[in-house]
């Protein structure tokens, strides 16, 4: 019989099966009997990264030692390079990408360094002026150079790396400065007093002048100049006397040139090319259109011109002498600093959706600064959002801290020597104030959050100049033109009543004095 054999075959064979089965059953269940965890550390993100921003100091041991370079950084306060420039700096600037600075060197020098923290002497470039040149102002915008040269009242262009002279551009009597978009546009304009004084004119006595200034329009893809416009109008009162500062709008759609002999503002329309003067219109919205040539800064300018602000006169000073500006781009502000009134002005210089001056463009808002009737602002400065403006009164050694909100002081900070500048940026959590003073070797860094002095740096010399290499830590730097002291531009030092200064004076730093 055959059935048992085959059942045996059969039964023997399950049996292997199924002992095979368990035996892989216990063998997983050894595998996994005992749990073994996996540990996947999380590692934590920490606060985010400060973005890079710099302060750059620009200072020099003796008049004519050579000057030194030093880089602060923002998140720190921490020298974080130093390094010997040429003799002497005069000027002072950083390019619109915030990577480079310059300076003009009383040796007829031009010294090109990066803002790095890699900063060397070796990694420094020079280029030669012409002998003969008289360099007043540098501009630095994103491609090439420009000086304002008093030798034969031309504008220089230079180009290349490092930079090299391309061409002179003629243009007015005293150019004092060149000014245009930090991006390369179509126009750059030279700014000239149009009369031939002796440097100090315009700050011993800007009133006296007997011509208004100029400004040349510069087509940059030609070099050559397209519109020679007048600062004020042909006839009646000078309302374009002595400029000193211009500063342009972000969309460089207007031009603001600040007239200290006039207590003026004269606004240039950027894209007609000609000064911000129209017969009033109605525009596609059926809203009256009016345009604003003339910015009066005091009540005497307001009489003068017959111009009054939207807003009126209320506050506003019979003097103001205007020197220094910035354009807000949050707020389509210019705030002015007036030294010889003791205020800055707020004006709106906010425009339509078509290009057109705004229903509220010229409305001013004055403020007094300082702690008595002559702080002398010499500048002032704007956080990028636009809250607050900080102003360097020279004569007091003091620092105003300004709401431009509800146009009202918040308070006065004392701070080292007589500043002159005053530079901020607004990174992170709150922005910094950098004051420099050049009669001291120490810089003043003020913290915007609690609006207190912070700190302060020492640098080896008197301190030439400060800038920063942006303003909001993301993007340029909006602050690229340099100011020399003379021609209307404050001196190293406050005026002394009665006294008559003379160029050399005016321009000469004083010894440090740890």
């Known amino acids: ?106 040796d007829g020098t031009l010294t090109n360094f990066q803002i ?23 501009f630095s915008p994103s491609a090439g150079l420009w ?16 930079e090299t002279f391309k061409l002179a551009v003629p243009v007015g009597v005293n150019p004092i400065m060149i000014v245009g978009p930090g991006l390369i546009g179509q126009h750059d304009y030279a700014i000239s007093q149009d009369s031939d004084s002796d440097g100090v004119d315009c ?31 042909a006839t009646g009162p000078l309302l374009g006397k002595c400029p000193v500062y211009a500063v342009v709008s972000a969309d460089a759609k207007r031009f603001f040139v600040l007239n200290r002999g006039s207590d003026t503002v004269t606004v240039i329309n ?37 111009i009054t602000p939207p807003n ?15 354009y807000n781009q949050a707020t389509s502000q210019l705030v002015v600093a007036n030294y010889d009134g003791g205020t800055i ?19 001013t808002f004055t403020i007094p600064v300082g702690n008595t009737s002559t702080p002398y602002p010499a500048s002032v400065t704007v956080l990028a959002d636009g809250s607050r403006a900080y102003t360097a009164n020279q004569a007091e050694q003091t620092v105003t801290v300004v709401n431009l909100s509800s146009h009202t002081v918040e308070k006065t900070l004392s701070v080292v020597g007589h500043p002159r500048t005053v530079v901020s940026t607004q990174n992170s959590l709150y922005g910094k ?49 340099s100011r020399i002291p003379g021609y209307g531009q404050p001196c190293y030092l406050p005026p002394v009543s009665g006294q008559t200064v003379t160029l050399t004076a005016c321009q000469t730093l004083p010894v440090a004095t740890p």
Request: contains cysteine; proline residues 8%.
């Open 312 to 326: 009126g006169t209320a506050g506003m000073a019979a003097t103001a002498g205007p020197v220094y500006a910035e």
């Open 1 to 106: 019989m055959r059935l048992l054999p085959i059942d045996f075959r059969r039964a023997r064979s399950l049996w292997i099966h199924a002992g095979a089965a368990v035996g892989i059953a216990v063998f997983v269940a050894g595998c996994g009997s005992v749990y073994r965890p996996v540990v996947t550390p999380i590692n934590p993100s920490g606060p985010p990264a400060q973005p890079s921003s710099y302060a750059v100091v620009v200072s020099a041991p003796s008049p004519t030692a050579p000057g030194i370079a030093t880089i602060i950084d923002y998140s720190g306060d921490t020298v974080m390079a130093v390094s010997p420039i040429g003799p002497g700096p005069t000027s002072f600037t950083v390019d619109e990408t915030g990577t480079t600075g310059y300076t003009i060197n009383s």
């Open 203 to 233: 700050n011993n006595s800007p009133t006296a002048a007997t011509v208004n200034g100029e400004a040349d329009s510069i087509e940059t893809t030609t070099y050559t100049v397209s519109a020679r416009i007048p600062l004020g109008p």
């Open 345 to 363: 002005s707020v004006i709106d210089v906010s425009l339509d959706q078509y290009g057109n001056d705004s229903p509220t463009f010229g409305t």
């Open 433 to 481: 104030i950098y004051v420099a003073s050049p009669d001291s070797p120490y810089l003043t860094i003020l913290r915007t959050d609690l609006d207190i002095v912070d700190t302060t740096v020492l640098v080896e010399g008197n301190i030439v100049d400060v800038r920063v290499s942006t303003q909001n830590g993301t993007s340029g730097n909006t602050n690229n033109t």
């Open 116 to 138: 790095s923290t890699q900063l060397q002497a070796k990694n420094l470039e020079y280029s030669t002026l012409a002998s003969n040149s008289e360099p007043l102002n540098l």
């Open 270 to 306: 950027s894209q007609d090319n000609t000064l911000d003067s129209c017969t009033p219109f109605v525009d596609q919205t059926g809203q009256l259109v009016t345009c604003h040539p003339i910015l009066p800064l005091s009540t005497t300018a307001v009489t003068a011109s017959g």
């Open 147 to 162: 000086l304002a040269d008093l030798q034969g009242n031309v504008a220089d262009v230079l180009t290349g790396y490092p």
